[in-house]
């Protein structure tokens, strides 16, 4: 067959565009960057941008990567589990060394690209597990949940979380709709700075819903993407813990993108927290299948320098000083913010910046009051409202307020 034959052929690739549509983050990026205005801001990508709106290389993990340069000698596979001295590491840091220690043996991790391939590591582990499991998410969750969850085939339901017109639901009403779910059941949840809402549980909540779990037989998935931008390492884990010690089984996403910086490095782990050792063993190879199903070994790159930082007593401390700095500037965003807003645009309630915690708020803002905001004034934010809180900075603070301000 020549290249004339071949043309004239019906396409292969590309022929249906029925399922093909824009995220809607990504698609507001595209617009962003195509936009010429100088005074252009943009509130939606979930980047971390500092005072100056740069996505800053924490100092820590230069020095890591310079050492990295000087002492790597192998390019090798890793293998489909990664690089376990980092998910050890890891599991210290997300539960606390006391509780990690604890709960060792009963531990089945594996590094994974990102967090995004943590979720779909653990979305298929539930599916082979279970084919009766129900898979429930907060009703206003972060827009990538419900794909990845789709592509692993879970079912799907919503528990109540937060209402766009009314606001939170409250914990009480979180219950009633988890009433619903039925043994064997998993149940997503955020453990600190929620996306998109960025209101969190407390701790008595914490202790509420895994007294509940347990008497129900759901299964706690705890999706940790912000640890440390919150309130600070230790008690951004504090719900994390308590489900690790009232639980007999749960399952932890976990990401470095954001309290490392390392967005493209794609540095994540999974971890079942299982019955038994038995179990923990069969959950090993069942991580190791679908790795290899999927990418077969992760990056390497970006968990030598987590790694290494992490059990480096020098370089952790710089590094938890650079990120108590984000943690800082956040929450002094969010001040400012309540106070500015309060008063250029009184008609609207803000008590939610002071309530919530993180980069992440949705504002009281309709869908063409947004996309008035971006086409006037070049506020980029995404159409649910969420606002990307670090996007705020001394250059464009007080233009983006008088935008707000004058709906």
Known sequence: MNISQAVTQAPLLGASSAQVGEDPIFELLQQFRQDPRDNKIDLGIGVYRDHLNRSPVFSAVKHAEQWRVDTEEDKAYIGPLGDLAFCEAITGLAMGEDLASEVRGRLACAQTPGGVGALRLAFELLAENNADTTLWLSDTTWQVHRPIASAAGLRQQNYAYYDPELGPLGFEAMLESLRAAKAGDAVLLQVSCHNPTGLDLNLEEWGRLADFCLQHGLLPLIDMAYHGLGDGLDADRQGLRIMA????????????????????????????????????????????????????????????????????????????????????????VRRRLFHSLSEA???????????????????????????????????????????????????????????????
């Open 245 to 332: 010690e009232r639980m007999p089984e749960l399952l932890l996403c976990y990401t470095c993108s954001k309290n490392f910086g390392l967005y493209r490095d794609r540095t994540g782990m999974v971890m079942a927290m299982t019955a038994g050792e038995t179990q923990r063993g069969i959950v090993e190879k069942q991580w190791m299948q679908l790795a290899t199903r999927h990418y077969f070994t992760p990056p390497a790159h970006g968990a030598s320098l987590v790694r290494r930082i992490l059990n480096h007593e020098q370089l952790r401390l710089e590094w938890q000083g650079e990120l108590e700095s984000i943690g800082d500037r956040i929450r002094g």
């Open 345 to 407: 645009a009184g008609g609207r309630k803000w008590e939610f910046l002071l309530k919530g915690k993180g980069m992440f708020a949705l504002f009281p803002l309709s869908v063409s009051e947004i996309r008035y905001l971006r086409s006037e004034h070049g506020l980029y934010i995404v159409d649910n409202g969420r606002v990307n809180l670090s996007g705020f900075n001394d250059l464009n603070f007080e233009h983006a307020v008088a935008a707000i301000g004058s709906l």
